[in-house]
């Protein structure tokens, strides 16, 4: 495969975007050995702040991320963009401690306000650093390039599934295991596999 990253770096905007956007491929990734670290900017719930903490650890175990892997911030909820460059300090910091290889953003074209500013932003920070994939939310966008899929495993899937499952205080119609499993199943028509997730290159270092 051409992106074959020792070092992965997931900007998760909310505690549960990282599973629900790149599940699978974190997966598959710690499960080829491959070491995944995920930075969560803002807990996903603007009332209930401990509850998502607790989800997003129990989530990122089961898809097999270490504890010392996983770094969060108290940025407020759908208030990114009044923290802009705190969030860009923030990055140039990570990619000088971590040296990552590939780093998975949002979209740019996610209309969510807190996913643009973590999309631009590192954007911004990582583009002259490391190859950069976009996660695909297709309920956040309306256009989006799928140039580029991840295949993984039955058992990477069901480690999606179980991840998401955590969040019982964020209980949403795409965080169904149903509906995972579909966009799997669609994403994997798309490139004659099982099982896939979609994203697009912003930036590729071959």
Same mark, same amino acid.
């Given at each position: 495969?051409?992106?074959?990253?020792?070092?992965?770096?997931?900007?998760?905007?909310?505690?549960?975007? $990282?599973?629900? %956007?790149?599940?699978?491929?974190?997966? #598959?990734? !710690?499960? &080829?050995? +491959?070491?995944?670290?995920?930075?969560?900017?803002?807990?996903?719930?603007?009332?209930?702040?401990?509850?998502?903490?607790?989800?997003?650890?129990?989530?990122?175990?089961?898809?097999?991320?270490?504890? $010392?892997?996983? %770094?969060?911030?108290?940025?407020?909820? #759908?208030? !990114?963009? &009044?923290? +802009?460059?705190?969030?860009?300090?923030?990055?140039?910091?990570?990619?000088?401690?971590?040296?990552?290889?590939?780093?998975?953003?949002?979209?740019?074209?996610?209309?969510?306000?807190?996913?643009?500013? $973590?999309?631009?932003?590192?954007?911004?920070?990582?583009?002259?650093?490391?190859?950069?994939?976009?996660?695909?939310?297709?309920?956040?966008?309306?256009?989006?390039?799928?140039?580029?899929?991840?295949?993984?495993?039955?058992?990477?899937?069901?480690?999606?599934?179980?991840?998401?499952?955590?969040?019982?205080?964020?209980?949403?119609?795409?965080?169904?295991?149903?509906?995972?499993?579909?966009?799997?199943?669609?994403?994997?028509?798309?490139?004659?596999?099982?099982?896939?997730?979609?994203?697009?290159?912003?930036?590729?270092?071959?």
């Amino acid at each position: 495969m051409i992106i074959s990253p020792g070092r992965v770096l997931v900007v998760s905007p909310h505690t549960d975007d $990282a599973e629900v %956007s790149s599940g699978g491929t974190i997966s #598959r990734f !710690l499960r &080829e050995g +491959r070491e995944v670290h995920v930075l969560v900017l803002s807990r996903a719930s603007a009332e209930d702040t401990e509850r998502p903490l607790q989800e997003c650890h129990r989530a990122l175990g089961i898809l097999g991320i270490s504890p $010392a892997n996983i %770094s969060t911030r108290d940025f407020p909820v #759908r208030h !990114l963009s &009044e923290h +802009r460059q705190e969030i860009l300090d923030l990055f140039v910091s990570v990619k000088q401690q971590l040296n990552p290889d590939l780093v998975i953003i949002p979209s740019l074209n996610d209309i969510h306000q807190d996913h643009q500013v $973590a999309a631009q932003e590192g954007l911004r920070a990582f583009k002259n650093h490391a190859s950069i994939l976009c996660f695909t939310y297709t309920w956040n966008l309306l256009t989006f390039n799928t140039t580029c899929f991840v295949e993984f495993s039955e058992d990477d899937l069901n480690k999606k599934i179980a991840a998401i499952s955590c969040y019982r205080s964020q209980i949403k119609a795409y965080m169904k295991p149903e509906i995972t499993r579909a966009l799997a199943l669609a994403q994997g028509v798309t490139i004659s596999v099982q099982y896939a997730e979609a994203f697009e290159v912003a930036r590729l270092m071959v």
